[in-house]
Nanobody, 128 residues
Framework: EVHLVESGGGLVQSGGSLRLSCKTS????????VAWFRQPSNKAREGVSC????????YYADSVKGRFTISTDNAENTVYLQMDSLEPADTAIYFC?????????????????????WGQGTQVTVSS
């Protein structure tokens, strides 16, 4: 059975940092793409960042480039999202996702989210 469990969310002031973690199990982590999506209140879910574990290719949404960093620990089957210089616009529920294909066609990181597996989300709130 596949599990993705996010942690690390919370309340932070504008300009602050948070590190999200997503511990996974039940699939071959090294062969999958893993990603972070977010869903602000009353808005659609959107792709934030993705990494294809097979070759380390990464994707970042324009809104987070230079501020967020995705990384993985293959020994722990865990994906991280380091978020720096946080802004109130980053406030959302952040979801971890995994897909056996790539970040674009499989994960849907640039369009309609389409990952095979999802976590339950962790709330990130950035105060101004």
């Amino acid at each position: 059975e596949v599990h993705l469990v996010e942690s690390g969310g919370g309340l932070v002031q504008s300009g602050g940092s948070l590190r999200l973690s997503c511990k996974t199990s039940g699939f071959r982590f090294r062969n999958y793409a893993v990603a972070w999506f977010r869903q602000p209140s009353n808005k659609a879910r959107e792709g934030v960042s993705c990494i294809r574990n097979a070759d380390g290719v990464t994707y970042y949404a324009d809104s987070v480039k230079g501020r967020f960093t995705i990384s993985t620990d293959n020994a722990e089957n865990t994906v991280y999202l380091q978020m720096d210089s946080l802004e109130p616009a980053d406030t959302a529920i952040y979801f971890c996702a995994a897909d056996p294909l790539d970040c674009i066609s499989g994960m849907g990181i640039t369009g309609t989210p389409a990952a095979d597996y999802w976590g339950q989300g962790t709330q990130v709130t950035v105060s101004s």
